[in-house]
Structures are given as C-alpha cells and as structure tokens.
C-alpha cells in the first residue's frame, strides 16, 4: 500500500508514508473486510459511513502540513483510522464524529493501540470544537456544499483546513483554504467522493 501511494500517486512526505506504514488499517474495518483493508478503495463502516481509500488519507494528511507541534481537529471520525493516522503527526488531535456510536468505538479503537495524544467525541462537527482552539490544521472526512464558517474562524493565521465540497452530495472537489490576516487563499486539489457532511452548516440530513 505504501509503495504505491508513493510510486503510483506521489505522496512524497515521508512522515505521511511513515504514518500510513505504522497504523493497521485492518484494525479499523470489519472482520469480513480485513483481507480488502490495504486495496486502493473506500471501505464501508457502520451506519452507512466509510473508511476513505488509502490515497485520499495520506494526500488529505500531506497536505495539512503537519508538524509534532501541530494541534488539529477532524470531523467525521468514523472509524478512527484517519484519527490514529493524525495522531502519529501532531501534538494532539481532537476528532468529532457525528454519530455516537462510532465516535465510542473510534475512541476505544486509538485506545487500544495506544494512543492517547487524540480523543473522540460525539457532535455537530460543522461547528467545530472551539474549546481547543485555535488549530493549526483541520481535516473534514465528508463533503459539505461550502467551507463552514465556524471552522475557517477556529485556524490559527497560516493554518490549514482541508475539506471536500461540491454543488451535490454525490461528488466534491477536495480543497484546502490557508487563512491569511485578510481573504482565505483557496486551492483545489482534485476530484473526489466522500460522505456527506451532515450538520448546521453542511447538509440537512435525510
């Protein structure tokens, strides 16, 4: 897996290759599925989520420019793979799942694998999680219809969120806004599919 995200889609930051090598994704997907957990796919979890597909993780992680100092926030735990990923990167990670069951079996997941520098819990991630604020990265794992306000306002100057966000639920364009003393500088990065981002400023649920 880790020979071709480098050699196939260019991810180049040896900390992200590093990162990817030492997480058993197997860990994070059902027992059925383990023998597909290292194939260049999404995976479905529970409740009608995913666990993304290796290159989107690790190209989503490269592009937050990550440091040990780094403080980061993620919505749309799931499974808690792109959260243990993280975790191998930053300082500390503070990581909201919408739905409650996951974000437990997410936080129990990490756990188990003895990582305590990140924790789990169960809200509205369009808001954000101000109490920690403000972050030098941000990484969405569901695509929204626009950048939500709440978490634009909780990045440091200079810090990074990356979000998917497209007209549809069906498909989205991955972006990362760095926030500047003035206007956000906008870049896209490339089609992709997630879930989507449901919640008070992402989509209504169905």
């Known amino acids: 897996m880790v020979e071709r995200l480098r050699e196939h889609y260019g991810i180049h930051d040896p900390k992200v290759l590093e990162a990817m090598r030492n997480v058993p994704r197997h860990f994070f997907v059902t027992e059925a599925l383990r023998g597909r957990a290292y ?3 999404a995976l479905p979890i529970n409740f009608n989520q995913t666990i993304s597909q290796p290159f989107i993780v690790a190209r989503m992680t490269e592009l937050l420019e990550l440091n040990k100092q780094s ?3 993620e919505i749309g735990a799931g499974s808690g793979y792109q959260t243990a990923i993280l975790a191998q990167l930053a300082s500390q990670v503070y990581a909201i799942e919408r739905i409650g069951e996951l974000a437990r079996e997410a936080h129990d997941r990490i756990r188990v694998l003895g990582i305590y520098n990140a924790t789990v819990k169960a809200f509205d991630g369009t808001l ?3 109490a920690y ?3 030098d990265a941000i990484l969405v794992a569901a695509g929204g219809p626009r950048i939500p ?3 634009v306002a909780q990045l440091k100057v200079g810090g990074r ?3 998917p966000i497209g007209a549809t ?3 989205q364009k991955l972006v990362r806004v760095i926030k500047t003393e003035h206007k956000p500088k906008i870049e896209e990065h490339g089609s992709c ?3 989507p981002l449901i919640g008070q400023h992402g989509w209504e649920k169905q």
């Open 39 to 41: 194939d260049d796919n």
């Open 71 to 73: 403080r980061v926030l």
């Open 128 to 130: 954000g999680w101000s």
């Open 133 to 135: 604020g403000p972050y």
């Open 149 to 151: 306000d709440p978490l």
């Open 161 to 163: 969120l990356v979000i």
């Open 169 to 171: 639920r069906e498909s």
């Open 193 to 195: 599919q997630f879930v």
